[in-house]
């Protein structure tokens, strides 16, 4: 994170900011309306000296629940919580899992609180059964249970009795 001083057009990056609170094995929940919405937790968590943002890394998961029920297993390399928004943004590469057994892979994935969308980009794959989908962007509005697909989407699946 240091200035790269001996390359040409050279980006200047300013210093990491030091976290004000590091844990290790912990986890946050975030509740929506007072429902358990999600929970979040990882091998280490550090939060923000303005602690607005938890940054979760080491095996860092989030697992989403509708009405109680577990029904996504996110896991990435690093998910961090902006703590004002509750909006949660999974750095990839990312894996999703459905107590169904779908599947869900993608770069990133970005929740939104204030529009209960989830939204998955960069090269994502949906697995249902026998059904495989792919597009540049998958958005999942929670609210209204809505599947959008976007950006060269291709959908593939087996019909009974038909010859692999």
Same mark, same amino acid.
């Given at each position: ?10 980006? +200047? ?16 929940? =975030? ?13 280490? !968590? ?20 509708? !009405?109680?029920?577990?029904? =996504? ?50 090269? !994502? ?11 540049? +962007? =998958? ?9 959008? =697909? ?9 019909? +009974?009795?038909?010859?692999?």
């Amino acid at each position: 994170m240091g200035l790269m001083l001996n390359r040409p057009n050279a980006v +200047e990056r300013m210093p990491a900011q030091f976290p004000a609170i590091s844990l290790h094995q912990a986890s946050i929940f =975030l509740r929506h309306h007072g429902q358990k919405q999600a929970e979040l937790y990882a091998d280490r !968590v550090e939060v923000s000296r303005d602690l607005r943002y938890a940054t979760f890394t080491g095996n860092p998961t989030a697992v989403v629940f509708d !009405v109680g029920r577990e029904i =996504l297993r996110i896991r990435g390399s690093r998910i961090v919580l902006d703590r004002h928004s509750s909006d949660v943004t999974v750095h990839g590469p990312v894996e999703v899992v459905t107590p169904q057994g779908g599947r869900v892979s993608a770069g990133t994935a970005h929740w939104s609180n204030v529009t209960q969308q989830l939204v998955f980009q960069q090269a !994502v794959m949906m697995a249902l059964g026998d059904q495989e989908l792919t597009a540049e +962007e =998958l958005t999942i509005d929670v609210g209204n249970q809505v599947l959008d =697909l976007s950006g060269g989407v291709d959908i593939a699946f087996r019909m +009974e009795g038909a010859k692999p």
